[in-house]
């Protein structure tokens, strides 16, 4: 990384992690992924761009306490900079318990005031699928947490006899010609109409007079957002934007 101001971004999720090296502006290539469980020292220390003497900064998020050893074991415990409610955000926090939020969420809720203003609404959709809400005072008030798209259907797999897994895709019509067309519509189109609810009930509860933007991310977001007025942008890496931006208000 030949970069003046140089972060290594680590978002480190259920499922996957993703990381990325980034100046202070942008991002400066493309996110690596890499599956969770494979998550280690020795992982991280082949990462295209990084040798732990190239003087960056690392600035992590982790919804899997027990996998952060490994990033402060690859690059030191001094260099790496955790997110959390006590460091600089750019997002105030109007919340009852802040060391409750996830790392992740603050994340998404930096990126989306910086990129969209205040009020704004974030929907991460990962292993769960998160909405973040920041007040039109500036300030992270809460959000709402449900099943992720691919847990659910996983779910009635793994519980029924009959039902198969399937690839989550757009399905032909609502009603299912087959029970794999049945389940994509189940999935998606009821997907979408809880999505559409609870954004409801959030500008309801914020009481505007408008709906505030909504900006979503995660590997189902571009398939959720199609017909979804609702939703008014898809930002593939909102998380990782949210730590470059962090890094950039943390380290010198």
């Known amino acids: ?63 899997v306490p027990e996998r952060n050893a490994a990033v402060r074991e690859a690059f030191g415990a001094d260099s790496v900079l955790e997110v959390e409610p006590s460091i600089e955000l750019g997002v105030a926090i109007d919340y009852p318990e802040p060391a409750s939020i996830g790392a992740d ?24 699928v998160t909405f973040d809400i920041v007040s039109p005072a500036g300030a992270y008030v809460g959000g709402v947490i449900a099943p992720g798209l691919a847990a659910m259907t996983d779910y009635m797999f793994d519980r029924t006899a009959l039902l198969p897994k399937i690839d989550i895709q757009e399905p032909a019509s609502v009603i299912g010609k087959s029970t794999e067309g049945a389940m ?49 942008t898809v930002h593939a890496n909102l998380t990782l934007e949210g730590l470059r931006i962090i890094g950039g208000m943390n380290c010198p």
């Open 1 to 63: 990384m030949s970069l003046e101001a140089r972060f290594l971004l680590i978002d480190i999720s259920n499922s996957f992690t993703k990381i990325a090296p980034a100046g202070r502006d942008s991002l400066a290539a493309e996110p690596f992924m890499l599956p969770t469980p494979e998550l280690d020292a020795g992982a991280l220390g082949r990462l295209p761009w990084a040798a732990p003497d190239d003087g960056f900064n690392v600035v992590l998020s982790s919804v």
């Open 105 to 128: 969420r603050l994340a998404d809720a930096a990126a989306a005031v910086n990129f969209y203003g205040a009020p704004v609404v974030a929907v991460d959709f990962g292993t769960a």
């Open 184 to 232: 994509h519509a189940g999935a998606v189109i009821g997907y979408r109409g809880l999505v559409k609810e609870i954004l409801a009930q959030i500008g309801t509860e914020l009481g505007l007079d408008r709906r505030p933007p909504v900006v979503a991310t995660g590997g189902y977001a571009a398939l959720i957002s199609q017909g979804l007025p609702e939703i008014d």
